[in-house]
């Protein structure tokens, strides 16, 4: 078990919040069984209660991908214990899968909520940018019909609305990517409000010891780069970041480590050009090779 703390950081437009990032590491075969709910809810709020340097302060505590390993916006009782555990002081971020509707109208969505320390959730996102045979079936009653089914286990989620960013009092605005929407350019910022903070939820055990994690991990620090914003990635089972608005890592934990990271919120730079006009930058700069090596005397040599 490990905490990293970093103090002494530029902090975000928010004065001086934190940012506290639970790091698991519950092994993917065993998180689903009804057993072992118990103990990894417990290490997830024994986790969340560790103070550190966090003391008197305000600070925004994050979980992974389906941190939870129930339906969390049904239970009253786990949502008053998160809310006993944060204190006036805190928020959460966490990822959990949500149920809407019953019986043959009945949709599950990967979902993003933000809880506060009254247990309250205060605002939700749901994943719009699915896995294919992972989260869903596509053509499911053409593929159904010869045999094929999804890769994993249950029912198969919904897209949520699209992007979103999420405003909460006391928070800064958080534009939450779970799992692999982060690795799109120009495809992970609402074009309707500029988020303060990129929170990428991610559960990468999938991938095991291998490059998959530290792939998956360098794929999101660019949105960082390219949108001129923080990221803050919990990862269920590693990497665990949070990286300032140039990708530098400030606060990590590695793969298979259970922990926490606590450092003060990177403040966000003004809109990139690659933000502002995304990949039009590359097409003017293949237009202009292109008009070199068409019109130049050095373009005619090559």
Not at 138 to 167: W, Y
Not at 266 to 277: F, G, K, S, V, W
Request: aromatic residues 8%.
């Amino acid at each position: 078990v490990r905490l990293f703390e970093a103090p002494g950081v530029a902090a975000a437009g928010e004065g001086d919040l934190r940012v506290r990032i639970v790091q698991p590491s519950v092994p993917q075969s065993e998180k689903w069984r009804p057993e072992n709910r118990a103990w990894i809810w417990d290490r997830l709020l024994s986790l969340t209660a560790a103070r550190g340097e966090d003391e008197g302060q305000r600070v925004l505590v994050v979980w992974p991908e389906s941190a939870v390993p129930f339906v969390l916006s049904r239970n009253e009782t786990a949502l008053a214990e998160i809310g006993e555990t944060l204190g006036p002081d805190r928020m959460l971020v966490t990822g959990a899968n949500r149920l809407a509707g019953a019986g043959s109208s009945l949709e599950a969505f990967n979902s993003v909520h933000v809880v506060n320390g009254e247990g309250t959730i205060l605002a939700t996102y749901d994943k719009h940018h699915l896995v294919p045979f992972g989260e869903y079936l596509p053509f499911r009653p053409l593929l159904e019909a010869i045999g094929l089914e999804k890769l994993t286990e249950g029912i198969g989620f919904s897209a949520g609305r699209g992007l979103q960013t999420l405003v909460v009092p006391g928070l800064p605005a958080i534009g939450p990517l779970v799992c692999y929407e982060a690795i799109f350019p120009v495809a992970v910022t609402d074009p309707r409000r500029r988020p303060d903070v990129l929170v990428n939820l991610t559960d990468d055990s999938w991938f095991g010891p291998f490059a998959g994690p530290r792939q998956h991990l360098a794929i999101a620090r660019m949105r960082a780069i390219e949108e001129g914003l923080p990221l803050v990635r919990a990862a269920n089972s590693g990497i665990s970041i949070v990286a300032d608005p140039r990708g530098r890592v400030i606060g990590r934990l590695g793969v298979g480590e259970i922990g926490t990271i606590g450092v003060a919120l990177p403040a966000a730079t003004a809109p990139t050009p690659y933000a502002r006009l995304g990949d039009l930058v590359f097409l003017g700069l293949l237009l202009a090779a292109a008009l070199w090596a068409r019109y130049s005397e050095a373009g005619r040599i090559f």
